[in-house]
């Protein structure tokens, strides 16, 4: 846990989210900023700064998390199909360095995003 990371203070319950499925070691909600009419972020409550570090210290989580983000698209009733982004590296967008996946969906998503 890193107490700078706003993702661990989400996990610690020192920022509020919008929590709608919790695990063990996997949390995800609501993003405040939704990009899509469901936005949805899935993080490991453990830290680790990016998808590469994750897949590389702790694989078995990584498969979990991608089994919460297949799980929530099926509840959230994402049959027409979704999006899930993973943005690795200040290059690839990534914001906070948390690893995280946001799963968008609710809509026709066009190529390139936004």
């Known amino acids: 846990m890193s107490a700078d990371c706003l993702f661990c203070r989400i996990v610690a319950g020192d920022i509020p989210a919008t929590v709608i499925h919790e695990t063990d070691r996997v949390l995800a909600f609501r993003d ?4 899509a009419p469901v936005h949805v972020v899935v993080i ?7 998808l590469n570090s994750l897949t590389v210290a702790d694989p078995a989580l990584a498969a979990e998390l991608l089994g919460v983000v297949g799980d929530l698209a ?4 994402l049959s027409h199909g979704h999006r ?10 990534q914001s906070v360095f948390h690893v ?8 026709a998503l066009g190529w390139p995003p936004g």
């Open 44 to 50: 490991p409550k453990d830290h680790h700064p990016d």
């Open 74 to 77: 099926r509840t959230e009733g």
């Open 84 to 93: 899930v982004v993973f943005n690795t590296g200040a290059d690839g967008g």
């Open 100 to 107: 995280h996946a946001h799963l968008l969906g609710g809509r």
């Open 32 to 35: 405040i900023a939704p990009q």
